[in-house]
């Protein structure tokens, strides 16, 4: 016990080093040529740029074909959905449609679409432009998937049970009744439809930019084209992408600013940094130590997050040792997740043992308890399952930050530390942003992982049937649990809110035996701001478009 709390305090020490050093040699910025870090590299930084200080490059720019809170952000801004969210809050918005209905029988939905809408090219947004992006998501055979360049969409998949074709897909059919009406047939009721459309992965993009663009679409050197509040100038992989107000925006007075450009910084040390200097304007995903440096500088403004989010640690079933549930609850019985939490949150988080967060309590199994904190037994249950002297085990951590692991490394490390106690032996890997997302899905995927996930829409299906259901588990060597599957579908029939209650509390318990997705953490993101900054509204679902932000 002593040596693994020596071992945290040398990681967090490491961190509270970077920080220091990092504002130690920070002085306020100059003015600087075009390809310097700080200054965008078509215009000079000013009141009308907006500089945002973002985790890391985005995974793509491809709506529909993202996971990735760094690759949503940007998106917000130059696409549109069909229907958006009051800002700051869980409640549907008109977006691109203006109306939704729903028929008696709940399988069709129609949506009413905006008149007089354009694409950044130029060219119309209609029915046809919206069944056509829905339907490359969707269809595997659609030319417009490019799916032979590796294109997957499985976000669609994720929220939508799979793919046309699919025995668990839940769109039957599209239907473009006219310019401004699009149906969509289910297979199946499913109330939260309009909230799951709305979710910041499904952009509406041009489909005459996707045709030109080919499978390059979407990626740094080629473009992005959507109906939003900025349109795509320039990608630096590495260092920034820039975008310039769209002045045929259809919300009257909107965008507020000329620019904006998004600045790579991984870490929050430099983020924080660069805020102070006034290089960057706002930031996203500071580590919660960061906290009393924050508020103690009059120019800068703390911004918080509403929790909405979970962060896990991913067991692989198809590595031999992992197959075995009583070893994957040895390890949650191992790691000790609430003196991690404690020290590397700094009040900002909580830890339990529900996958969902805390603000969906009444869809939770109140008799669930949390996993002992037991390493004796915890050994012992490896010893009984054929592992006396453990084994080895790689543990992948995430390259950049995210709202639900600030410090990805250090935690990793922490982890690896509890695991050794019983004799697992751990080896920390990493890799580029984009290929982690891409490759724990290859088969066999990684041994074991770090992920999470920030809620789209706010329901228990976004969360559960997202990475329990089918289509949801290829980077759990396609584990399922057939019982688990069928109860998120019942649950997405039923309206009665007891009755799906009772559904997700049983899918708690079952969880908690499969121990696959083990919950660590749900954070309360920590943001900031210069004051000189308004408007900025951060939404529980992890980012917001930038349109009503004003800098003085």
Sequence with gaps: MLSRIKHWQAALLGVFTAVAITLTNCTPSQPTDTASPGASPTATTGAATLVFGSGGDPANLESGNITDGNSIYVQQQIYDRLIDFEPGTTNLAPGLATEWENSDDGLTWTFTLRNDVTFHDGTPFNAEAVRANINRWWDPADPLGFRDAGKTFEIWSDLFGGYKGDENS???????VNDTTIEFVLSQPFAAFPAAIASGYFGIASPTAIEQAGADYGIAGSTAVGTGPFKFVEWRTGDRIVLERNPDYWRDGLPKVDQVVFRFIREPASRLAELRSGSIDFTVDLAPDQLN??????????????????????????????????????????????????????????????????????????????????????????????????????????????????????????????????????????????????????????????????????????????????????????????????????????????????????????????AVRIPIVHSEPLLAQRSNLSGWKPSPFGSEPFDEIEKS
Excluded: C
């Excluded at 579908?489 to 708690?508: C, F, I, Q, T």
């Design 170 to 176: 839940l769109l039957s059919a599209i239907n473009v």
């Design 293 to 514: 440096e924050l508020v103690s500088d009059s120019n800068l403004e703390e911004v918080r997050r509403p929790s909405f989010n979970v962060g896990y640690l991913g067991l692989n079933p198809s590595y031999e040792p992992l197959s075995k549930p009583e070893v994957r609850r040895a390890i949650a019985m191992a790691i000790n997740r609430s003196e991690i939490v404690e020290a590397f949150w700094s009040g900002l988080a909580t830890t339990d043992s529900h996958f969902t967060p805390p603000s969906m309590k009444e869809f939770q199994a109140e008799s669930l308890g949390d996993y002992e904190y037991n390493p004796d037994r915890a050994k012992q249950m490896l010893a009984d399952a054929g592992y006396p002297n453990g084994f080895d085990l790689e543990l992948w951590y995430m390259p950049v930050s995210r709202p639900y692991y600030p410090t990805p490394k250090p935690i990793a490390e922490a982890f690896a530390a509890d695991l050794s106690t019983i004799g697992i032996n751990v080896t920390l890997n990493t890799k580029d942003w984009a290929a982690y997302l891409e490759d724990r899905n290859k088969p066999p995927g990684f041994q074991s992982f770090m992920l999470g996930w920030t809620g789209d829409y706010g329901d228990p299906d976004n969360f559960l049937y997202a990475h329990f259901g089918p289509g949801a588990t290829s980077d759990l060597g396609n584990w399922t649990n057939e019982r688990v599957v069928q109860l998120l579908n019942e649950a997405r029939e039923v309206s009665e809110e007891g009755d799906r209650a009772a559904l997700y509390a049983e899918v708690d318990e079952l969880l908690f035996e499969e």
